[in-house]
């Protein structure tokens, strides 16, 4: 079946523009998470969203960022006045939410870059 | 931070078993251990996970030591296209939560 679907698949944009990044996750998925992974790095925890709980914005790096996910499905991660520093690949994730432990499948992201 | 330890690189030969190490030695007993993969240019990709018993399917094995502090991935076959950068990761059993990456060990399938 169809995975997690992100787009754009590239974007380059000047400093202080604002970004919207799309995430379609998996079908009757209710966990979906963003993560970023800059040049050479690991990947870092930004949000996370279980079903119509409040999301988990304990990564977020700064109040640029910000996420919503409408109707349970679709996801839009928004970066305001983007700086150079938020250039990576911002990769989307979801899982089931029943049964906990839940393996998380990943798109294959969205590389941002910020002139 | 991760909980994880992995050794930073490793080379196999194409078509011979590829054996990934990973100490968690600080494991607790609710958590199970996931392995993803990361091929250039492309998201994780999930290949198993365990709690304290060996796992198997089609990509791989998982082989976890009686204490659970550490266990090693298992590729039987090892071909080009799994050259990749390895992430072993510890995660809590309930709920959902957010995975912690680590640097990874990045295999290198040698023809």
């Known amino acids: 079946g169809a995975g997690v679907s992100q787009s754009p698949s590239n974007k380059v944009t000047e400093k202080g523009k604002d970004v919207e990044l799309r995430c379609d996750p998996i079908?009757?998925?209710?966990?979906l998470y963003w993560y970023r992974q800059s040049l050479g790095q690991g990947l870092e925890f930004l949000i996370y969203?279980?079903?119509?709980?409040?999301?988990?914005k304990s990564g977020l790096p700064s109040d640029r960022f910000s996420a919503e996910r409408t109707g349970g499905s679709v996801s839009t991660l928004t970066i305001q006045r983007t700086q150079q520093e938020d250039s990576a690949v911002y990769l989307c994730?979801?899982?089931?939410?029943?049964?906990?432990?839940?393996?998380?499948?990943f798109g294959d992201g969205t590389r941002l870059s910020i002139l | 931070d991760a909980k994880t330890t992995q050794p930073t690189s490793m080379d196999c030969a194409e078509g011979r078993a590829a054996n990934l190490p990973c100490n968690h030695s600080?494991?607790?007993?609710?958590?199970?251990v996931y392995w993803y993969r990361q091929i250039h240019s492309q998201g994780p990709q999930y290949i198993i996970h365990?709690?304290?018993n060996n796992e198997t399917n089609e990509m791989a094995s998982l082989i976890i030591t009686e204490d659970r502090k550490s266990s090693t991935l298992i590729l039987p076959h090892a071909t080009l296209r799994d050259t990749a950068v390895y992430y072993c990761?510890?995660?809590?059993?309930?709920?959902?939560?957010?995975?912690?990456f680590g640097k990874g060990t990045r295999l290198s399938v040698i023809a």
């Open positions: 365990g709690l304290k």
């Open positions: 600080t494991i607790s007993g609710n958590e199970y």
């Open positions: 969203f279980q079903g119509n709980s409040a999301p988990d």
């Open positions: 994730a979801s899982s089931l939410a029943q049964g906990g432990g839940q393996p998380q499948h």
């Open positions: 079908s009757g998925h209710t966990a």
């Open positions: 990761i510890v995660r809590v059993l309930s709920g959902n939560t957010p995975l912690v």
